[in-house]
């Protein structure tokens, strides 16, 4: 399908009616007791997610996204009374998110800024007590953008850096439609098992069903694992408003990959199965920094970022995904860098040529949705007939619902 006719697809061709009482507002007590549903060749049934390991083949390769939610709203109140929320979304200075993270005293963000109107100039304070004493974190609107507010934080203690800082004063930042605030058990249950990378402001929900037990299992059965990470942005939460996919502006997020899992990817003759859209848009992205490569092998890192219509070039398919990843391996080498690190804004809709993957593990995800777009481009029209099946056998949906595993049309599950 030409670019044209995938900015052309109507949103409304990819609704259905999701009932409030279908969408999970808390978790399960045990995270691989949720359901599973399965697909494969066209057929669905279901499971319950601790089985996982007998349905995914012995010789697979599965990519994880091992990014780590932050504290990301500070709630701060004028001396008026008023309530501001300042929602951090993604580092401005320094950009890095490991560098910012370790800031001791100042450091800035991009953020989102609730209750905005209230908040016209001067620094906001907030007053936090800690272990140590008191510190008095401020906030002060520096650049005022379209979509984000650049603000700059200080705080007087030193010691603290804003990795810290965040993990005292911040609330989670658990999805809105949950229509509840967070609580305790969220700092637990919001997270992967194995998340390990600080920088996300909503969690890769696909991950969430598994537990120490389920990635035991897996190893067991020999079957390989590699991460990647994504920092996810609030922007995942963003419904497509506008009538076609073209009037959509897709959310950037940063993206690192290590040598070793694209070496990994490079030597992989198995079957690969991703876990989340995050893991899957990651791999993807992959491709299209490997193409931009091979006709300009100088390029610099933020040159390598994926804009959202790019992959519908028709030009894009003149490199194979086996020189796209020898291009990236070649780069990094080059660089003397064992870590590629640069950012994507792809959107996969239906009609999108997947270069990789062969099965897909992910929640069920909301009505008229670029996460949905995914889908439908992955499996196809079945899409319906996936959410159909889930609607009618009391499935949980959404952030803390249940999940898929989704194989592709073309896979062959007995081959693989």
Same mark, same amino acid.
């Given at each position: ?6 900015? %052309? ?11 409030? =009482? ?30 996982? @390991? #007998? ?29 501001? =929320? ?5 580092? !401005? ?37 800690? =272990? ?40 989670? @930042? ?6 509840? @605030? ?15 990378? =600080?920088?996300?402001? !909503?969690?890769?929900?696909? *991950? ?18 590699? #991460? ?14 506008? %009538? ?31 876990? *989340? ?37 028709? #030009? ?7 020189? !796209? ?62 959410? #159909? ?11 803390? *619902? ?15």
């Amino acid at each position: 399908m030409k670019k044209i006719e995938i900015e %052309q697809l109507q949103i409304t061709d990819f609704d259905y009616i999701l009932p409030d =009482e279908k969408i999970a507002k808390y978790p399960l007590e045990k995270r691989d007791s949720s359901k599973l549903l399965l697909y494969a060749g066209g057929n669905i049934s279901s499971s319950v997610f601790s089985l996982l @390991p #007998e349905y995914i083949p012995s010789n697979s390769l599965m990519i994880f996204n091992n990014t780590r939610v932050i504290h990301a709203r500070l709630l701060f109140r004028k001396d008026t009374g008023a309530q501001i =929320e300042v929602f951090c979304l993604s580092p !401005a200075e320094p950009s890095d998110y490991a560098l910012n993270f370790q800031q001791r005293g100042n450091c800035s963000w991009h953020c989102m800024i609730g209750n905005a109107k209230r908040w016209k100039d001067g620094a906001l304070q907030l007053k936090i007590v800690h =272990e140590k004493g008191i510190i008095t974190l401020s906030a002060q609107k520096k650049e005022v953008n379209e979509n984000d507010v650049t603000v700059e934080f200080s705080w007087d203690d030193p010691s603290i850096t804003f990795s810290e800082l965040l993990e005292i004063a911040g609330k989670l @930042p658990i999805p809105p439609y949950l229509n509840r @605030p967070a609580e305790t058990n969220d700092n637990e249950t919001y997270q992967t098992v194995y998340s390990r990378i =600080e920088g996300s402001v !909503a969690a890769p929900t696909a *991950g969430l069903h598994f537990t120490n037990e389920v990635m035991d299992a897996l190893h067991r059965k020999g079957i390989q694992t590699d #991460e990647v990470t994504l920092h996810v942005g609030a922007g995942t939460f963003k419904p497509v408003k506008s %009538q076609i996919i073209r009037s959509h502006e897709m959310h950037t997020e940063c993206i690192s990959v290590s040598r070793k899992t694209i070496a990994d990817l490079y030597e992989n003759v198995n079957p690969l199965i991703v876990v *989340g859209t995050t893991s899957m848009r990651t791999m993807e992205s992959l491709y299209y920094m490997g193409r931009k490569l091979q006709f300009n092998p100088d390029l610099k890192p933020h040159e390598l970022a994926v804009l959202q219509w790019e992959p519908y070039e028709e #030009e894009n398919e003149r490199v194979s995904p086996k020189q !796209a990843l020898e291009n990236l391996l070649d780069y990094l080498d080059r660089q003397q860098a064992d870590h590629l690190i640069s950012s994507t804004q792809i959107i996969i809709a239906p009609g999108y040529k997947f270069h990789f993957v062969d099965g897909l593990i992910t929640n069920f995800h909301q009505p008229q949705s670029t996460l949905l777009l995914l889908i439908a481009a992955f499996v196809g029209n079945d899409w319906r007939n996936i959410y #159909e099946y889930a609607l009618t056998h009391d499935f949980r949906f959404l952030s803390y *619902g249940d999940s898929s595993l989704l194989f592709s049309p073309d896979f062959n599950l007995k081959n693989g």
